[in-house]
């Protein structure tokens, strides 16, 4: 049973960089031919999806957040890193991992996806 975990600060200073962590259990983030996300839910909108890396190493960005967003793995712990920048109060939302067996579509179709974390919450205020 694959389970994965998201860790990280849950209050974030505007125009500084929000860092999170996935930590995944029960199988290897290298596994092919998986694809490691990263998603997010604002207060009263719906899912957005905001990158993956995949059991490569390859990653691929929403093209609303690409110029933000850096995603990042250590395979000798499992884990993967969102790094957001320069964010503001729109960036608050409940952050959450999930692997998908397939490249996902951009518009988030939760079917896609097999495994989440259950979710973090995230505020920028200062």
């Known amino acids: 049973q694959v389970q994965l975990q998201e860790s990280g600060p849950g209050l974030v200073k505007p125009s500084q960089t929000l860092s999170l962590t996935c930590t995944v259990s029960g199988g290897s983030i290298t596994t092919n031919y998986y694809f490691w996300n990263w998603l997010r839910q604002p207060p009263g909108k719906g899912l957005e999806w905001i990158g993956y890396i995949a059991y490569s190493g390859n990653t691929y960005y929403s093209p609303s957040l690409k110029s933000r967003t850096s995603i990042s793995r250590d395979t000798s712990k499992n884990q993967f890193t969102l790094q957001l920048s320069s964010v503001t109060p729109e960036d608050t939302a409940v952050y959450y991992c999930?692997?998908?067996?397939?490249?996902?579509?951009?518009?988030?179709?939760?079917?896609?996806?097999?495994?989440w974390g259950q979710g973090t919450q995230v505020t920028v205020s200062s």
């Open positions: 999930a692997r998908a067996p397939l490249p996902p579509d951009i518009d988030v179709v939760p079917t896609q996806y097999d495994y």
